[in-house]
């Protein structure tokens, strides 16, 4: 799913985005959008899949998926935490400024998150799918790809930004409406058929 959701992105972002952006009646500077999309969309598949391939090539597949993934999990934790760490304390300061255009922008955030994860996991259910599609599909359809977003965000119209601002205040409400709706999708399991 990740890699579906992946390569969707890589065709569909930089439309999607100069066509906003269009409407917004803004320049669409393609070539900012697209040096994102290959950074932030394209590089990290292939560089994954990649190692993959010669990771199970030297040392098997065993040894890739019970001590390589097992080694990488903390790591990627902690990169996780690092960049919203960095992005807080570049932006701390206008964020506690500014309370009520942070809320005004997580608000509708926080709505359209919960709307897209219900749409997906109610979806789900009714074509029957199975807990371990329904959820991850349902979480994947509801992320908001704030890394892509905050990389765009920057280098388009720059650090300072209050599009760049709306980013980093994206990160703020989803990261805990993502663990929240992890642990919705954990107390109904029971909702959705095993796994065939």
Known sequence: MVAVNSLTM?????????????VGQLPVPWQAMLLSIAIYVALPPVAGFASRKLIIRSKGEEWFKEK???FLTPITIIA???TLVLLFSFKGEVIAA???????IAVPLFIQTIMI??????AARFLGLSYDMAAPAAMIGASNHFEVAIATAVMIFGLSSE??????VSV??????????????????SWFATKP
């Open 163 to 168: 599009a760049a601002l709306a980013t980093v």
């Open 98 to 104: 500014n309370p009520l255009t942070i809320f005004y």
């Open 68 to 70: 390589f993934l097992h």
């Open 172 to 189: 703020l409400i989803e990261v805990p409406v993502m663990l929240m709706l992890v642990k919705f999708c954990l107390k109904t399991q």
């Open 117 to 122: 994860f219900a749409l997906g996991y109610i």
């Open 10 to 22: 890589l065709v569909l972002y930089g439309v999607l985005g100069g066509y906003l952006l269009g």
């Open 80 to 82: 996780l935490l690092t």
